[in-house]
T-cell receptor, first 113, second 114 residues
Framework: QKEVEQDPGPLSVPEGAIVSLNCTYS??????FMWYRQYSRKGPELLMY????GNKEDGRFTAQVDKSSKYISLFIRDSQPSDSATYLC?????????????FGQGTTLQVKP | DGGITQSPKYLFRKEGQNVTLSCEQN?????MYWYRQDPGQGLRLIYY???????QKGDIAEGYSVSREKKESFPLTVTSAQKNPTAFYLC?????????????FGQGTRLTVV
């Protein structure tokens, strides 16, 4: 079993839809949670960064962390065609080997005009 | 502008050859990393360096080598011992001396064996 599981999709939605992207994980030592967006043939760019449990909002994007369920989510409101990309979750712990940044497989999102 | 520069963007390797991928950053970050990305597998850590003249193996270091002689540079050599080198290679850096919090990525090098 992988430490971080992410449904690879592809996920196709109409413009304006609310998108929910999710990751589950198995290591309870993870404390830092990140979402990256990657356009085709480009490097990933950091979208959201959250420490421990809770919600964080930035414009149309909301990141949620539920450590009790080992589940994180990224919500995109009013999705746009420019949101079409691969979304990668990433997480790490505090010390030693759990400090290594672990990535999910990535979910490919297509927003249709 | 500050950032991470990877070169070349595309690289072709013949069987049995060693090739070196360049990664330069002007962000004054201490830590630098190399990841490999294959379809459907996310990013896998090859090597990382938290300080000049020091580096550590990641999860898939076999067949790769690195050096960190300068803070701004972290080249990756893909040796002939790497049996399946065709992939997208990503370099990243972070100011955090931990492994990758808020890592910033370059634009990648796509390596193909011909």
């Amino acid at each position: 079993q992988k430490e971080v599981e992410q449904d690879p999709g592809p996920l196709s939605v109409p413009e304006g839809a609310i998108v929910s992207l999710n990751c589950t994980y198995s290591n309870s030592a993870f404390q830092y949670f990140m979402w990256y967006r990657q356009y085709s043939r480009k490097g990933p760019e950091l979208l959201m960064y959250t420490y421990s449990s809770g919600n964080k909002e930035d414009g149309r994007f909301t990141a949620q962390v539920d450590k009790s369920s080992k589940y994180i989510s990224l919500f995109i409101r009013d999705s746009q065609p420019s949101d079409s990309a691969t979304y990668l979750c990433a997480m790490r712990g505090e010390f030693g080997n759990t400090g290594k940044l672990i990535f999910g497989q990535g979910t490919t999102l297509q927003v249709k005009p | 502008d500050g950032g991470i520069t990877q070169s070349p963007k595309y690289l072709f390797r013949k069987e049995g050859q060693n090739v070196t991928l360049s990664c330069e950053q002007n962000l004054n970050h201490d830590a630098m990393y190399w990841y490999r990305q294959d379809p459907g597998q996310g990013l896998r850590l090859i090597y990382y360096s938290q300080i000049v003249n020091d580096f550590q193996k990641g999860d898939i270091a076999e067949g790769y080598s690195v050096s960190r002689e300068k803070k701004e540079s972290f080249p990756l050599t893909v040796t002939s011992a790497q049996k399946n080198p065709t992939a997208f290679y990503l370099c990243a850096s972070s100011i955090d001396r931990g492994l990758g919090t808020e890592a910033f990525f370059g634009q990648g090098t796509r390596l193909t064996v011909v």
